[in-house]
């Protein structure tokens, strides 16, 4: 549960994406339930009740008159469907503390019970962002509408289209030369294209494509008939801090094949190894990393992993760029697990699992969750910077840095739990604002600054311009 800054009777505290405060003076707010529809959408958070503000991460103490009447108030109003059309909080989800303060706790929930709206109207979904509530717009609410389902998204069937037809045959012979390579053993090698392609969910037993089949062996002509906002991007921005121009950049221009997702995936592969430092290896088929290629390891499996678990029928590219000694993994669709299980890399959803499959026939994340564990172990044996994560309603990112934070280890050795934060955001990001640090980290305004300041004076931190246009960045000279 939330622990309050409480002293002398005021708060110590600044709302985010994930705290809302109200003063609720007179019951209920009914813009509480805008909040908790939010929250139950994002990922979770607390509510307030019973503070006034004095400045901006300061508050008094006003509490709530009849807190017990008004958390049965709230219960009731949450379990009447013609508000709200699920209540997912629980007794012990909500209290009262000695100041008469009502603290609720909106966890976050599995796509399962997604979305949460209010007054029996989908058009009343709301999400959270930065401080604010706001409606989801329809393309998020059918995004939460598909996840709902538990379905793989990847076996919709398309019966309009003769699979020879669809299928491009280079792409697909290239896989099974690579399976072949990989389980030289395996009984599906004995097999015709048209059984394989059965075996994988590429078609059906009917000799249907599926969508799997069409993203990952497709033509490109008929990947855009069927998702016309398909786009994969590699986008490589060298390591200059603040470069905008790019030095390397796939996208398909016909040149590199159809543009498939298996085409795309081994054209850039080799683009993503070759920015890791030369000691690493792989085998001869420069695909299969060795014992001594973790690194390279991590970065495919991040890579697998956003492939497995987009959502591609948002408007969103699929997008990696590297800039500054980091690499940023992006899919449309928000993670469908909680942060915790994803860095336990003991849970996976994949919203594609027949492409998850495919790759794993040729030996990439072998295991549900193993991927986010192999990165975690390479980053973990080389001392680099801890990958971060960006999650919203529409989109997720995953952050691996080559930047090591064992040439700081000593100055960082001091550092209050405030400052070690801001620092830690900010070492997984190429700049960012005060209010951009505020929202990743959860400090107040206040102790955002301070931290701010006493990183600078340590050399940690540099400050860029003035007022509205003030971002911080670390000190790369200090690697």
């Known amino acids: 549960m939330l622990k309050l800054n409480i002293e002398n009777g005021l708060c110590k505290i600044s709302e985010n994406e994930t705290i809302e405060i109200k003063e609720a003076g007179n019951g209920i707010p009914k813009s509480l339930f805008e909040t908790y529809s939010a929250f139950c959408n994002t990922q979770g958070g607390y509510i307030i009740l019973g503070l006034k503000e004095r400045s901006f991460d300061t508050y008094e103490i006003k509490g709530c008159k009849d807190p017990d009447k008004m958390v049965k108030s709230l219960f009731d109003t949450l379990n009447n469907h013609q508000k709200t059309n699920r209540n997912v909080l629980k007794s012990d989800d909500i209290t009262v503390d000695e100041n008469n303060l009502i603290i ?9 019970f997604k979305p949460i709206y209010l007054n029996g109207n989908l058009s009343q979904t709301y999400k959270r962002q930065g401080e604010g509530d706001y409606l989801c717009t329809d393309e998020e609410i059918s995004a939460m509408l598909r996840d709902a389902t538990g379905k793989s998204q990847d076996m919709t069937v398309y019966d309009k289209y003769d699979y020879k037809e669809v299928i491009d045959g280079q792409s697909f012979m290239e896989y099974r030369k690579t399976f072949r390579l990989y389980r030289g053993q395996h ?133 990696i760029k590297y800039q500054n000694r980091r690499f940023y993994f992006t899919n449309p669709g928000s993670l469908r697990i909680s942060l915790e299980d994803f860095f336990n890399g003991k849970i996976s959803e994949p919203r594609n699992q027949t492409i998850a499959l495919i790759f794993r026939m040729i030996g990439y994340a072998e295991i549900a969750g193993s991927g986010v564990s192999a990165i975690l172990k390479a980053v973990k044996a080389h001392h680099l910077e801890r990958p971060q994560v960006i999650n919203t309603i529409d989109y997720f990112t995953l952050v691996i840095g080559f930047n090591s934070l064992a040439s700081v280890t000593i100055q960082k050795e001091d550092l209050k739990s405030s400052e070690a934060k801001v620092y830690e955001v900010l070492a997984n990001s190429q700049k960012l604002s005060r209010g951009e640090i505020e929202l990743r980290t959860s400090l107040s305004r206040q102790s955002t600054l301070n931290s701010l300041n006493e990183l600078i004076k340590k050399d940690l931190v540099l400050k860029k311009g003035e007022g509205k246009n003030t971002i911080y960045t670390i000190n790369q000279s200090l690697f």
Do not use: C
């Open 104 to 112: 609720i706790h909106v966890p976050t929930l599995s796509p399962s």
């Open 187 to 319: 009984v599906f090698n004995s097999l015709s294209d048209e059984d394989f392609m059965i075996k994988l969910g590429i078609i059906t037993r009917d000799k249907i494509p599926t969508l799997a089949g069409i993203l990952m062996f497709g033509n490109t002509d008929v990947i855009r008939e069927v998702l016309p906002t398909f786009a994969l991007e590699y986008i490589d921005l060298g390591d200059d801090n603040t470069s905008e121009r790019w030095r390397d950049r796939i996208v398909w221009d016909g040149t590199w094949g159809e543009g498939n997702i298996y085409n795309f995936f081994t054209t850039v592969i080799n683009k993503i190894y070759s920015l890791v430092p030369n000691r690493f290896e792989l085998a001869d088929d420069n695909l299969t990393a060795l014992d001594n290629s973790d690194l390279k390891i991590a970065l495919r499996e991040a890579f697998v992993n956003m492939l497995i678990h987009a959502d591609y029928r948002l408007d969103r590219r699929l997008q």
